[in-house]
Nanobody, 121 residues
Framework: QVQLVESGGGLVQAGGSLRLSCAAS????????TGWFRQAPGKEREFVAG????????VYADSVKGRFTISRDNAKNTVYLQMNSLKPEDTAVYYC??????WGRGSYDYWGQGTQVTVSS
């Protein structure tokens, strides 16, 4: 089992950058694939980015490709989402998720509580 805690959200102007972190508990975190999702007010939760347990493979939603980068440091049990060139439409609560078997846009068993990202125009 793994517990996830996101941090790094905040208010930023359009064009700015933020780096989200997802700290995980559990000695076997390096065995889990991890994803970032987001949910804007009145909208369904959507996939943002995913990374394999090794960190070698990554996948992105088209809306963030080229602007966001997902990475992980298994020694620190942490996954990151570097967000550059932020747009107002990136405003949402961002969630970290982990799973032993799924990949990318699949269904994840473990979720964090979310961190708010607000991009002003």
């Amino acid at each position: 089992q793994v517990q996830l805690v996101e941090s790094g959200g905040g208010l930023v102007q359009a064009g700015g950058s933020l780096r989200l972190s997802c700290a995980a508990s559990g000695r076997t975190f390096s065995s889990y694939t991890t994803g970032w999702f987001r949910q804007a007010p009145g909208k369904e939760r959507e996939f943002v980015a995913g990374i394999s347990w090794s960190g070698i493979n990554t996948v992105y939603a088209d809306s963030v490709k080229g602007r966001f980068t997902i990475s992980r440091d298994n020694a620190k049990n942490t996954v990151y989402l570097q967000m550059n060139s932020l747009k107002p439409e990136d405003t949402a609560v961002y969630y970290c998720a982990a799973d032993l078997t799924t990949w990318g846009r699949g269904s994840y068993d473990y979720w964090g509580q979310g961190t708010q990202v607000t991009v002003s125009s």
